[in-house]
């Protein structure tokens, strides 16, 4: 099939490889002038595992364009831009999407599917459908679920695909098989419905994951406050079936370019639909999210007292490891709050230090953890990456005269490092 990705990004960047590698023909639009040249030279604009290896064999189907008029070759049209929070307010801005439609109106021919990816308010597919229609086109709504750092994987084999449709439009269900035949042959659940209710699928989903979060940072508090032990805790719970162990790290919190965001543009949705009350909850997971990133930094200050003149080495700045993404990272704000208090902050990661420098120019960086810890006074671990896991707390105590050490992630073998000298303390450990 012919198709566009409009929006390449996290998430357009992997549809349109994922989908020239299935055997389509794909041009990649960006309004990015130096994405589309990355992209089009056969380069990541960003550390996504396996991206490289589809864009620098392209099996010359793909392509990318800063020109919307190149969607005109193509029937399948998927919509993958932005919708981050607005500035100053917690509503999702829909005007990336709202451009992009724009955009693709005059190039549309009757009988196109135009297929919305991006993570929308619920009503946002009703409100385009009748745009779309008057150019004899229609529109699916096709949310998306992949993981950042997985995102390959999870789009040739996703959990689920979810089509919502305009009543009896069965011809659009046909053209997504078609599209993605290769991924339902695999028996991947497929669901059809109607336009609203693809959308909150994915609301949905982003809020049930963030709760369950926030749910185990709740028992991290208490477990603060009475000794117990969270990840104990989790393991104990997760074991029941109906809860499941995934999604029961606790820690400094979830963050990213979608989850926070979800959630708060969740709840002003259902405000506007006069439904604040249904998603009150969520203002709660919120909060509990953002006081972990705190409770780090407290921890910090528990230790070393005053800030001011404290070197301290924060390994890890990307929301989670297997990405070098910093929007609304916890190991990135949890490096400019120790800064704000006075402390010499130096982070390493073995992927974001590029993103990071651009948002905090205040923090030093180091390439490597012992370049980062040398003259530090405390460690802290803010993403669990496998190399940081890895670390042999000995040879870490060779390279530093550090000897207190903060496992934001809960991802460290606590006995390991308190044998080796290291005052250990994890988010909700005793
Ligand atoms: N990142 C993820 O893991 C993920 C997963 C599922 C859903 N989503 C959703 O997908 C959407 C995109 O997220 P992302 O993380 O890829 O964002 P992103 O900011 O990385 O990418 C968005 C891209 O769209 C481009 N763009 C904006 N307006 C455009 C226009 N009019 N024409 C052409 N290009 C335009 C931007 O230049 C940018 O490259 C969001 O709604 C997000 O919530 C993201
Ligand atoms: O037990 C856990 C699991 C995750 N996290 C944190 O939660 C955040 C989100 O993690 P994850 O969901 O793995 O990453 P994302 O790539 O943001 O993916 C989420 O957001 C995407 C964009 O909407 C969706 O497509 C995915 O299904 C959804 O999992 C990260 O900061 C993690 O560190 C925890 O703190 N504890």
């Given amino acids: ?23 389509h023909e794909v041009v990649g639009i960006d309004r990015d002038e130096e994405k589309v040249r990355m992209l ?12 490289p290896e ?75 459908a009748a745009r779309i229609e008057s150019a004899g086109a229609r529109l699916v709504w096709n949310p998306e679920f992949l993981r950042e750092g997985r995102a390959v994987s999870d789009t040739v084999a996703p959990d689920r695909v979810v089509y919502g449709v305009a009543e009896g439009d069965e011809t659009s269900v046909g053209v997504l098989d078609a599209v993605y035949a290769r991924s ?3 028996g991947i659940p497929r669901i059809v419905t109607d336009h609203a209710t693809a959308e909150l699928v994915k609301i949905a989903a982003n809020s049930f994951l963030a709760t369950k979060i926030s749910f185990i940072n709740a028992m991290a508090e208490i477990a603060e406050a009475t000794g117990a032990d969270v990840t104990t805790l989790a393991d104990a719970i997760g074991h029941d079936a109906r809860i499941g162990r995934r999604f029961l790290n606790a820690g400094i919190g979830f963050g990213g370019g979608c989850m926070p965001k979800d959630i708060r543009a969740f709840q002003a949705r259902a405000a506007e639909l006069g439904l604040a009350s249904s998603l009150a909850f969520l203002d709660e997971v919120d909060q509990i999210n953002l006081r972990r990133r705190q409770r780090a930094v407290d921890l910090v200050r528990e230790e070393l007292g005053p800030l001011e003149r404290r070197r301290i080495a924060v390994l890890g700045l990307a929301f989670k490891p297997d990405s070098d993404d910093v929007r609304d990272s916890p190991a990135l704000e949890i490096a400019c709050r120790l800064r704000a208090l006075g ?9 974001a230090i590029t993103t990071a420098r651009r948002s905090a120019p205040e923090i030093e960086y180091a390439v490597g953890v012992r370049a980062a810890v040398h003259g530090a006074d405390a460690i802290v671990v803010a993403t669990e990456w496998p190399q940081f896991r890895a670390l042999v707390p000995a040879e870490v105590a060779r390279w530093t005269a550090a000897r207190v050490i903060i496992d934001g992630r809960n991802c460290l073998d606590a006995e390991a490092w308190r044998a080796a000298g290291f005052r250990y303390r994890g988010l909700g450990r005793s």
């Fill in 54 to 128: 589809l864009l620098a064999h392209p099996p010359g189907r793909l392509r990318f364009s800063t020109d919307i008029a190149d969607a005109a070759s193509a029937s399948v049209h998927f919509i993958t831009v932005g919708t981050p929070q607005v500035a100053g307010g917690t509503a999702a801005d829909v005007s990336f999407v709202d451009a992009a439609v724009d955009g693709l109106l005059p190039h549309l021919s009757a009988g196109d599917v135009v297929v919305g990816k991006s993570t929308v308010p619920v009503g946002t597919a009703g409100r385009l």
């Fill in 40 to 51: 089009s030279a056969g380069r990541a604009p960003f550390f996504e595992p396996g991206l």
């Fill in 343 to 351: 402390a010499t902050v130096t982070a390493t990661d073995p992927e």
């Fill in 1 to 23: 099939m012919r198709i566009s990705v409009i929006g390449c990004g996290y998430l357009g960047a992997v549809h349109a490889a994922c989908m020239a590698d299935a055997g």
């Fill in 184 to 186: 339902l042959e695999r």
